[in-house]
């Protein structure tokens, strides 16, 4: 894999694939959060700073049938262009005969947006022919697409084939790899991984990988009350997945064997109806009153767990402790993200991935308190999982 921090772009026009797929207001189509255009300024600023152009290729949400204008990559041209300080010219395709001369026209210092791939399905297909017409518009290709990294796209993966020599990672797309080998690889110990969220089916891969890491796993979020029902908890109406009961069960018992301590929320603030507006209070986890569903950690949970943060040198954070989108449940969340700054400030390294735990690293003013806040939800939790990532070993090959 050629290194791209030695790669000369003089003269090159470098096909880079990032991930702009950023949240816009409906109808006025503004931007609200810039995060992952940000995230990709390094490396297109190194490309213009050697002298060369950039051609950015992207996906934007997920459309059903074609070009549609929600959906498309105009929306993003005014603010690259503010924040790039460079010249941005926007082709209404990312192939055919306008990006072709669209691109041979484009002059050093210059960055030139395709129209979204996914308004063909040839994109999310990994189409080799589709692939071979997007590489023909550049002279080398950077992947700093960490987001999409996880998907065999042509945009992601096959498009590198035709960059033998000449294919490599961005410079987000190296933070992310290295963030991750820090947690995984290079671990200082003790190492406590978060998981929360709704569902366990939807993390059983991560926590079952991490035993073999972590020293500790703390659980929050809906998932943790089907771990109590397992435990013959009673938990009420609380979100529970009578499926997963034997994997919770079996879970307990493998980290019990492996020496691997995981924490269950003691107590959990509990509401009569999923509602900012509902009658509140707080209960033992495993003692919630039928007609009552648990939404957030409780005081004592909320303790426990920031002193085992408090006491780690490694952490992982993916996932909230409860519904914190809801004022009257987000002090759980709160204090997690909290305790994870206060350990990140004496010495700890923390990585935070997946939308919901950056999202409210974020609205806590403590994301730029963490060791690293990851761009890439699916991707970071496939790797932790200890699954290839196919826009990785493409470049790699």
Known sequence: M?????????GKKT???VDFNVPLTKGTFE???DKRMQAALPTINKILKDGGSVILLSHLGRPKNGPEGAFSLSHLTKHLQDITKAKVYFSDDCIGAQAQKMASNLSAGEILLLE???FYAEETKGDLSFARKLASLGDCFVNDAFGTAHRAHASTTQIAQFFPNDKMCGLLMDAEINSAKKVMEETNRPFTAIVGGAKVSDK???VENLMSKADHIIIGGGMAYTFKKALGGAIGDSLCENDRIT????????????GVKIHLPQDSIIADSFSATAAIKTSESDQIDSGWMGLDIGPKASEQFSQVIAASKTILWNGPMGVFE??????GTKSVANAVAKATKNGAYSLIGGGDSAAAAKKFNVAAQISHVSTGGGALLE?????TLPGLAAIEK
């Open 2 to 10: 050629t290194p791209f921090s030695t790669y000369s772009f003089k």
């Open 15 to 17: 096909i880079v694939r």
């Open 31 to 33: 931007i609200t959060d």
């Open 116 to 118: 979204n791939v996914r």
């Open 204 to 206: 059983v891969l991560i």
């Open 247 to 258: 994997t919770c069960k079996e879970i307990l018992s493998k980290a019990d064997e492996m």
């Open 326 to 331: 809801m004022l009257p449940f987000e002090v």
């Open 383 to 387: 790797l932790f999982e200890g699954k």
